[in-house]
């Protein structure tokens, strides 16, 4: 049963830490999004990427958040240093090609105290 | 920013009712999906619907697209207990060149089924 892999589940974290949250999309999926979901936010797209290039990052604060993607299996979102708002549940998700469905991972609950 | 805005934010009724949830946007599209989250999970794929359709049925549901006044609409009949959830429409934009071209969504309808 194919499906989005996020690791860890549950983080939480001091101000100043770095936060490191790991995603594995579905094998031969070419399109990767992360999202982070607040209550008064709601779903923020913070990056995509297509063929693990980034194709628009505009959502991401620059200064301490970035994303990569080392290979076809793992995406990663960093946040150094984490602050209290980057609480937030971070969801990625990926699909086959643009203009199909996305399929969400289960999320990260990131809590920086 | 969000492309698409949910109505209403909350909405609930006794089950056996059909349940309406409306959704607008701002932007030309490509298409318009509606996901379902329920509390504490990712969001799961509901539908889809292009932008040279207007309406698309799948079991219970039924979307409808207008692009003239950029809304669409998903229709729940029949609803069940379980079909308590967040209801999302997320936009798959035009891409202009200049911006994201990912998925946007909006804020959501929290349904709630009253057995």
């Known amino acids: 049963d194919a499906r989005v892999t996020q690791t860890p589940r549950h983080k939480v974290t001091e101000m100043g830490q770095e936060v490191t949250m790991r995603c594995q999309p579905i094998?031969?999926?070419?399109?990767v999004f992360w999202y982070r979901q607040t209550m008064m936010q709601g779903l923020e797209l913070l990056a995509y990427?297509?063929?693990?290039?980034?194709?628009?990052d505009s959502g991401m604060p620059k200064d301490r958040f970035s994303a990569e993607m080392p290979d076809a299996t793992l995406a990663t979102l960093k946040i150094q240093p984490s602050e209290p708002r980057d609480s937030a549940v971070y969801f990625c998700?990926?699909?086959?090609?643009?203009?199909?469905?996305?399929?969400f991972g289960q999320g990260t609950r990131l809590t920086v105290v | 920013s969000q492309q698409g805005e949910e109505d209403p934010q909350a909405l609930s009724i006794q089950e056996g009712e059909n349940a309406t949830m409306n959704c607008s946007y701002k932007?030309?599209?490509?298409?318009l999906q509606w996901y379902r989250q329920n509390s504490g999970r990712g969001l799961v794929h509901l539908i889809l619907?292009?932008?040279?359709?207007r309406e698309k049925h799948s079991g219970r549901l039924r979307v409808t697209l207008d692009t003239s006044k950029k809304s669409s609409s998903l229709l729940i009949t029949a609803s069940r207990a379980a079909d308590t959830a967040s209801y999302f429409c997320?936009?798959?934009?035009?891409?202009?060149?200049?911006?994201?071209?990912?998925?946007?969504f909006g804020k959501g309808t929290h349904l709630i089924i009253q057995p």
């Open positions: 619907i292009r932008s040279n359709e």
């Open positions: 932007t030309s599209i490509n298409n």
């Open positions: 998700a990926s699909g086959l090609i643009r203009g199909t469905e996305a399929f």
């Open positions: 094998l031969g999926h070419n399109t």
């Open positions: 997320a936009t798959d934009m035009m891409y202009s060149g200049g911006g994201a071209d990912g998925l946007t």
């Open positions: 990427f297509r063929n693990r290039a980034p194709l628009d």
